[in-house]
């Protein structure tokens, strides 16, 4: 097959990793072999899900993101918070001194990504009120998710939404707003690899406005052990678009219209697999996370259980709930928005990366040499070959990117 | 008898198995999908085989459902022990069903089946024995 270059956040330490399998049997796409010992990406299947790094019993795994050091340059520097942000555990220091730490780590300003989700929300309930727009309508908000349908769901891209993700509609908004500033920086702090990615290696726009995406652990890790305090300007947001921090914040704002609520890659999987075959109900709206409990449960948070962090960012949410529904800056902002900022500029191509081969007859030709395999293996999956399936591991030798000995089962029999 | 076909798999059915109906239709796209085939026709081959099986499903005591590739299409073929089709011409009306209310209130059994099959496909061939069976073959040109 073609050779082709494809850049995704996950890195595995090679120091670190034992072998272990672990990732492997979670890879939603089969895209993790274990070779010599160590497990290896197959880098156009990856979407970054962190389902790898989250069951990695051995920190090996991480994400390609830029270090806190970046901070100390002299430019006017900007961070845009996560709504999950809000879900960690501060040990006792409340959210708005855990801000001001953040001024004096060396930002300006700090927006929280809720007025992004706000903007997107707001903009999604138009697209679901006009009528015979495509349905259901998939939400983009979750990066992975769009990277799944490109690499294993092509035909469903068709139902991706048109708006851009919500903290790239933020990144434009605070680009455009804050154009006097001749060394802008944008930071994003990422819960996820997906995000980072999506920073990185950006699908539906040109170029991402953020400047630099940071780990949520690292910058996690470093506003626990500042004492200081600083100054700066916050724009909050409304209850509205924290709640989009986990599972059912879009849902819950769009409770006019018929909406799915997905979390987890392998129920996004089992559904797409029944959109795919047209066996769902009507829905108008798929809002769909790659982790458990949306993105309060992303593999960069520094999150001991994602009920309880779920569970505090409710807490989070009911203090602004008295206030606003929506943030001000938010309604403030849907007044003067320019329309451009909203919508993705190219297109969201498929990269399907499940053919056994870019010729039919070679396909063909693999596929019932893989049926032959199979049938010798012992169909348990036990891993030891280092694929995640004994079928996948058939599809490998018939790929000729195993050889059968590597079963360990095939060798006892020989 | 053309070319001989490049692949072939066979499913069984069983006939009252509602939790398992799809099964069969869904390791058939799931084939196509890995041999890179195109989607608006990975689309037709997943309804019309879904109907078939689900027909095996509703009626019949048992049945195999048979995927067949060849180099220039794609043919099906859905055999099942059951009542056989008594007017295969009425049957073929949109909206006629023989199902019972049980199963229409399933949401099955709308009389759409055998027209969704014919809809999509190129060719559909019915041999059906009241009392003993029926077999459906039917084929999706490739390009």
Redesign the interface.
């Known amino acids: 097959m073609k050779k082709e270059s494809y850049f995704h956040s996950i890195r595995i330490s090679e120091e670190k990793c034992l072998g272990c399998t672990y990732c492997m049997r979670v890879c939603p796409t089969e895209g993790i072999r274990v070779k010599n010992g160590k497990a290896w990406i197959q880098d156009l299947k990856c979407i970054d899900c962190g389902e790898c790094v989250r069951n990695c019993p051995h920190s090996a795994i991480g994400s390609e993101v830029d270090l806190c050091t970046s901070l100390t340059s002299f430019d006017y520097k900007i961070l845009v918070l996560p709504s999950s942000f809000a879900s960690l555990d501060f040990k006792g220091i409340p959210y708005e001194i855990i801000l001001k730490r953040l001024f004096y780590a060396g930002f300006n300003e700090i927006w929280e990504e809720g007025i992004g989700n706000e903007m997107f929300l707001l903009n999604t309930r138009e697209l679901l009120r006009k009528r015979g727009e495509k349905k259901p309508i998939i939400s983009t908000a979750c990066p992975s998710i769009v990277r799944f349908l490109q690499v294993n769901f092509p035909s469903l891209l068709y139902y991706l939404s048109p708006l851009n993700a919500p903290k790239d509609i933020l990144a434009n908004f605070i680009r455009d707003e804050r154009k006097k500033y001749k060394n802008l920086k944008i930071f994003y702090a990422s819960p996820c690899p997906a995000k980072v990615t999506s920073v990185k290696n950006p699908q539906g726009i040109k170029r991402s406005q953020f400047d630099y995406v940071l780990g949520t652990n690292n910058l996690y890790n470093k506003v626990l052990s500042i004492r200081e305090m600083g100054e700066g300007k916050i724009y909050l947001s409304g209850r509205v678009g924290l709640s989009m921090g986990e599972k059912s914040g879009e849902k819950n704002f769009l409770k006019n219209y018929k909406v799915i609520s997905i979390s987890g890659v392998q129920e996004a999987k089992n559904f797409f697999e029944k959109l795919e075959e047209e066996k769902v109900p009507m829905i108008d709206y798929v809002e769909v996370w790659a982790c458990p409990n949306g993105c309060v449960g992303g593999s960069l948070l520094p999150t001991e259980d994602i009920n309880i962090a779920s569970f505090r960012l409710e807490l989070e949410n009911e203090k602004r709930m008295r206030k606003y529904s929506k943030s001000v800056d938010t309604l403030k902002i849907s007044k003067s928005i320019n329309q451009k900022i909203l919508f993705l500029t190219e297109d969201i191509k498929p990269r399907p990366q499940y053919f056994l081969a870019e010729k039919f007859e070679e396909a063909a030709r693999i596929l019932n040499e893989t049926g032959k395999i199979l049938k010798k293996l012992p169909q348990i999956d036990c891993g030891s070959c280092g694929a995640p399936s004994c079928r996948a591991f058939a599809e490998d030798v018939a790929k000729k990117e195993a050889t059968l000995t590597d079963c360990i089962f095939f060798k006892n029999k020989q | 008898m053309s070319e001989k076909p490049?692949?072939i798999e066979e499913s069984a059915v069983k006939g009252g198995d509602f939790e398992h109906g799809?099964e069969a239709?869904?390791k058939i796209?799931n084939?196509l999908?890995?041999?890179?085939?195109d989607?608006s026709i990975?689309?037709r081959v997943?309804?019309a085989s879904?109907e078939a099986e689900m027909n095996i499903v509703i009626y019949a005591e048992s049945g195999k459902i048979a995927l067949e590739?060849f180099?220039d299409k794609i043919r099906i073929t859905a055999k099942d022990k059951g009542p056989g089709i008594a007017d295969i011409e009425l049957a073929m009306k949109e909206g006629y069903s023989t199902a019972p209310p049980e199963i229409i209130e399933m949401g099955f059994g709308a009389g759409m089946g055998l027209p969704n099959i014919k809809k999509n496909s190129n060719r559909l061939k019915i041999d059906t024995k009241v009392g003993e069976g029926t077999k459906l073959v039917f084929e999706m040109d490739l390009k």
């Not at chain 2, 999908?33 to 085939?37: E, M, S």
């Open positions: 490049l692949i799809g239709s869904s796209k084939v999908k890995k041999l890179g085939i989607n990975i689309r997943s309804i879904y590739i180099r």
